[in-house]
């Protein structure tokens, strides 16, 4: 009797285990799952983040990283391999590829792009580029400009536009928590006056022949805020 009870009892604590893991195991949703690799170790993986948990997108459906360094071309080599990865394990590849880095003085940023865009998977690896620098997509909310950034001095172009930003949000650091929520409450209109921008400094840029200032972070953003709608 003393060993069947005991029997029993074991039998109950491994039911009990195993629907505790089934219950810790993630559950992918329904839409795609994505990976957004970011050059910074804080201000873009937070900005992301941030995004993320506000419009409560699944834990499970996104992976964002900013352990590969600063040098474009270490995002995207970095993003391949988490790709790649993800691919042999069980849980299946990323649907697709978001690769977050910006210009500044990157001697690296245009292989950067040419190695996203020589990739055969063409709708599953995209490159998020801003130039000079990702604070260019926070200045984008408080004010339309097409003005260039130019490295003076020992000042960097990303610097200058991290100066600019100060104008309109005087306490801005990089890296900072609640940057998202800030943004997106400097007006009712879920950062659509921001996207707007972006897209016009793009037509523009391309009417004149540049690139500086431009951002495709509106991109992603857009993506992310739709993907749980089912018009992806």
């Not at 474009?72 to 069980?90: C, F, I, R, W």
């Not at 801005?172 to 997106?184: D, I, Q, R, S, V």
């Not at 993506?223 to 709608?229: E, G």
Request: net charge neutral; charged share 25%.
């Amino acid at each position: 009797m003393g060993v069947n009870m005991g029997s029993d009892d074991l039998f109950k604590k491994r039911k009990a285990k195993s629907k505790d893991l089934q219950r810790r195991k993630p559950v992918i949703a329904s839409y795609d799952k994505i990976l957004i690799v970011c050059e910074g170790e804080k201000t873009e993986p937070q900005y992301f983040q941030e995004l993320v948990d506000h419009y409560e997108i699944h834990s499970a459906n996104v992976k964002i990283s900013g352990e590969c360094g600063s040098d474009p071309l270490s995002v995207v080599t970095h993003g391949l391999d988490l790709y790649q990865n993800e691919k042999d394990a069980d849980s299946g590849a990323f649907d697709r590829v978001f690769c977050v880095f910006d210009r500044d003085a990157h001697p690296n940023y245009q292989a950067a792009v040419q190695k996203v865009q020589g990739q055969k998977l063409k709708d599953v690896f995209f490159a998020i580029t801003s130039v000079p620098s990702f604070e260019y997509w926070f200045l984008l909310h408080y004010d339309y400009t097409t003005a260039p950034y130019s490295a003076v001095g020992g000042t960097s172009s990303g610097a200058a536009v991290v100066a600019a930003l100060k104008k309109f949000w005087t306490d801005y650091t990089k890296g900072a928590n609640g940057t998202f929520e800030h943004l997106l409450n400097l007006r009712n209109d879920e950062l659509g006056y921001a996207k707007a921008n972006a897209r016009r400094g793009l037509l523009e840029a391309q009417r004149n022949g540049t690139d500086d200032p431009t951002t495709k972070v509106h991109e992603l953003v857009d993506y992310l805020q739709v993907i749980k709608s089912g018009r992806l």
